[in-house]
Nanobody, 124 residues
Framework: VQLQASGGGLVQAGGSLRLSCASSRGTFSNYVMGWFRQAPGKEREFVAAISWSSGRIYYTDSVKGRFTIFRDNAQNTVYLQMNSLKPDDTAIYYC??????????????????WGQGTEVTVSQ
């Protein structure tokens, strides 16, 4: 599985962006998909995760009610819709894939594959 993230950019506070993560090689079958972010000088942190069937979805508290993760398995793509963006959301966003259980979905170490990251900048 090779992941390619896209959709980042510069947006004003309160605006929206939709990030996409597509597999350029391989299928998402049976993969848990996650989004993480890393701000300058900070550790990579969990943002959201979704199980293969979309039956289980998780968010970090700071994005609940503003971000939505969803996936299109037929297109091997996972999305992160980000609304009401805040300057604190500024970071490089990474998608990741884990084959198997969604247990520990918030831990970056359990993921098997990573995309290259897409930069999101939210201005005041």
């Amino acid at each position: 599985v090779q992941l390619q993230a896209s959709g980042g950019g510069l947006v004003q506070a309160g605006g929206s962006l939709r990030l996409s993560c597509a597999s350029s090689r391989g299928t998402f079958s049976n993969y848990v998909m996650g989004w993480f972010r890393q701000a300058p000088g900070k550790e990579r942190e969990f943002v959201a995760a979704i199980s293969w069937s979309s039956g289980r979805i998780y968010y970090t508290d700071s994005v609940k009610g503003r971000f939505t993760i969803f996936r299109d398995n037929a297109q091997n793509t996972v999305y992160l819709q980000m609304n009401s963006l805040k300057p604190d959301d500024t970071a490089i966003y990474y998608c990741a894939a884990r084959r198997g259980s969604y247990a520990g979905h918030y831990d970056p170490q359990i993921y098997d594959y990573w995309g290259q990251g897409t930069e999101v900048t939210v201005s005041q």
